[in-house]
């Protein structure tokens, strides 16, 4: 299971899956929905994450592999006889306060690595499972949205460009002054599921993406930064490094996500970093 093709395969075989899987979770969307404990992430449970993740596991199984997941939901686990030879980084689903409010914009992320490290991830899936797109990418490949390569955006400057930008700092100290950014940026916006969001600067939707919460999880960006650097994008932490750090749910990162180089100097010169 080592080529784009063979988890092609399987990332088409997981989104079907995790449809049908979240299905009945759709149609009880205008009840109140259950808290299922806390996750590994730290974030509340719902039905709609542990079916989801209960679908990827069970196609992985299905296709023979042994695999060690690193979910939001339930934390490390083995699977398998080698599961240490292949790692799967999951967030089940990104954005599952849109599902359960009915706003249509969710994914399903899954990123595959060969150690439990950001810089060693290979293949990753970004599911839209409210528009019927797919995001993939294997590395050294590409970048594809429904099997069609991507590429990122040419917007050269920041006076016309749309750039996401993550605000939600609720019970976090936001010590990053944002006023810059803003009065900057020509559009910013926010949908509310990063792993979605740096497949739209993938695919040149929009131009950048800022998170410098110190919130946002592995979990969630995994499968988007190789989509978005096979696409072209330049990611680097807030001091323009490049970002490693291990897979785990409670794993935190900053990170600014660019169309091109030139942007993303702009972006980092607006936060006090001239490159």
């Known amino acids: 299971m080592n080529t784009r093709l063979d988890?092609?395969?399987i990332f088409e075989q997981c989104r079907v899956n995790i449809q049908k899987a979240i299905d009945p979770c759709l149609k009880t969307r205008g009840e109140a929905q259950p808290n299922l404990g806390i996750g590994a992430g730290g974030d509340f449970m719902k039905p709609a994450d542990l079916a989801s993740e209960t679908a990827i596991v069970e196609t992985l199984k299905d296709q023979g592999v042994s695999f060690t997941l690193i979910s939001e939901e339930s934390g490390i686990r083995e699977y398998g006889v080698s599961a240490k030879d292949c790692y799967l980084t999951v967030d089940p689903i990104d954005g599952t306060t849109n599902l359960t409010r009915r706003l249509p914009f969710y994914c399903t992320s899954i990123a595959v690595s060969s150690t439990p490290y950001l810089a060693d991830v290979y293949?990753?899936?970004v599911a839209d499972l409210v528009h019927d797109q797919t995001y993939s990418a294997f590395i050294g490949e590409g970048a594809f949205c429904n099997n069609e390569p991507i590429h990122t955006s040419k917007a050269q400057m920041?006076?016309?460009a749309?750039?996401?930008l993550d605000l939600n700092a609720y019970k976090t100290d936001l010590t990053l002054d944002c006023r810059k950014i803003i009065q900057n940026i020509k559009?910013?916006?926010?949908f509310g599921a990063n792993a979605l969001e740096i497949c739209y600067v993938a695919g040149g939707i929009t131009d950048a993406f800022i998170d410098l919460r110190g919130k946002i999880?592995?979990?969630d960006v995994a499968a988007g930064f190789l989509i978005a650097k096979e696409a072209g994008a330049t990611i680097t932490d807030q001091t323009n490094q490049p970002i490693n750090v291990?897979?785990?749910p409670k794993q935190t990162l900053n990170f600014v996500a660019s169309?091109?180089?030139k942007l993303h100097r702009q972006i980092l010169s607006l936060i006090g970093n001239d490159v």
């Open 158 to 160: 920041l006076h016309e």
């Open 7 to 9: 988890w092609q395969h």
């Open 162 to 164: 749309c750039v996401g």
């Open 259 to 261: 169309a091109n180089i």
């Open 187 to 190: 559009h910013t916006r926010h």
């Open 246 to 248: 291990p897979l785990d």
């Open 123 to 125: 293949a990753g899936m």
């Open 217 to 219: 999880r592995t979990t």
